[in-house]
């Protein structure tokens, strides 16, 4: 398991300031009688985002009077705490089950529980809970947004220049394995690493839904140090390469499984495959390398002389396609089509140089 990162231990300690602030202001200062209400409130707002926090408020506050309100009146009718519960929590628990009510829907049948457990269910009571909630809920929100406020760019930008690595070290695999020899094993496990890469995708596509919600009513992202994120345009494209390296590898594994009867290429066809993703895994790495560190001409003349041995290993290898029996042809027209829809993808020039766009603060987790 690995250890909390810096974010998780920063919110953390917010919540359990805002916890701490939210009791001294209740108990002491308001003297309620059940303080509880406001570092609970406080606690569970010090949420991922400044909007999350707020939109989390309102439901939060909603469900703990739903609650409160269910509770009170329940016991007020009946004059009987375990009569009250029966009547109170089933539509508590409906309420909190409803798919609006988000995460906060927990809240209104616990704090049913609580009421009815405090006999703390007469008009002033019910007051104080909902003025002790909403000083946690003020508490929480302010804590959230001024002290460290979450933004969420690091991980995007961590994900995104994992792209072009990963399908690097991926090619360079490939091409040491058909040059070296593979079995049906190692052909899988290149297939598997393929299919992890789009999953990568969808967690760099999560991950930018996170970095824009953080930007939303965050008063301190424009006080902090920030960094140009890669547009969507970079996601698409490594997602056309996941897709290419997919078709590749899947081909692979069928010609080495024996289930399937689909012959290998001729040896010198392979040999030529093997040169021609070696320098496509130069390509990819020249793009990590701009991502990480910008482009120059030195980086834009190695990444263009690398495309270019590609393509030329391309075009030797279309060659022995001619005299191949038809089961050899077909798997070798199939890598050499994926091979050629790879380098197609390289080519533009937003490649190398994707568009950036201005990103939220890095110093964020």
């Known amino acids: 398991m690995r250890p909390p990162d810096r974010y998780q231990v920063v919110q953390s300690l917010k919540a359990a300031g805002a916890a701490a602030i939210a009791w001294a202001v209740t108990g002491w200062w308001l003297e309620a009688p059940m303080a509880l209400m406001a570092p609970w409130a406080a606690v569970a707002l010090v949420q991922g985002t400044v909007y999350r926090s707020l939109r989390s408020a309102v439901q939060l506050f909603l469900m703990i009077a739903a609650g409160t309100l269910m509770a009170a009146g329940a016991v007020l009718l009946t004059g009987n705490t375990m009569t009250a519960l029966l009547i109170a929590l089933p539509p508590a628990v409906l309420l909190g089950n409803w798919a609006r009510a988000g995460g906060q829907g927990l809240y209104a049948p616990t704090t049913a529980l609580f009421v009815l457990a405090y006999g703390s269910y007469s008009l ?9 909630t909403a000083v946690g809920a003020a508490v929480g929100i302010a804590v959230n947004a001024l002290v460290l406020p979450p933004v969420h760019s690091q991980h995007v930008n961590k994900l995104a220049y994992a792209l072009p690595r990963d399908c690097a070290r ?35 596509r999560t991950a930018r839904g996170w970095a824009s919600e953080s930007f939303r009513l965050n008063p301190g992202h424009r006080l902090r140090r920030r960094a140009p994120a890669p547009s969507d345009a ?33 040896p010198r066809a392979l040999a030529g495959l093997a040169a021609l993703l070696a320098a496509a895994a130069e390509v990819c790495a020249v793009d990590q390398e701009v991502m990480e560190h910008g482009p120059d001409e030195e980086r834009r003349g190695r990444r263009s002389a690398r495309l270019a041995d590609a393509r030329r290993a391309l075009a030797g290898t279309r060659e022995h396609l001619q ?43």
């Open 323 to 365: 005299g191949s029996d038809v089961d050899a042809e077909a798997s070798l027209g199939s890598l050499l089509a994926a091979c050629r829809a790879l380098l197609d993808d390289l080519t533009p020039e937003e490649g190398l140089t994707p568009e950036a766009e201005e990103g939220p603060a890095t110093t964020a987790g």
């Open 124 to 132: 002033p009571a019910v007051g104080h809970r909902l003025l002790e």
């Open 170 to 204: 991926l090619l360079r695999e490939l091409s040491e394995g058909i040059r070296d020899g593979y079995d049906e094993e190692r052909a899988e496990r290149w297939y598997r690493s393929a299919g992890d890469m789009l999953g990568a995708l969808a967690e760099l």
């Open 234 to 266: 970079w996601d698409v494209l490594w997602a056309r390469v996941g897709d290419r390296l997919l078709t590749l590898t899947l081909t692979l594994w069928e010609a080495a499984s024996e289930r399937r009867g689909l012959p290998r290429p001729p």
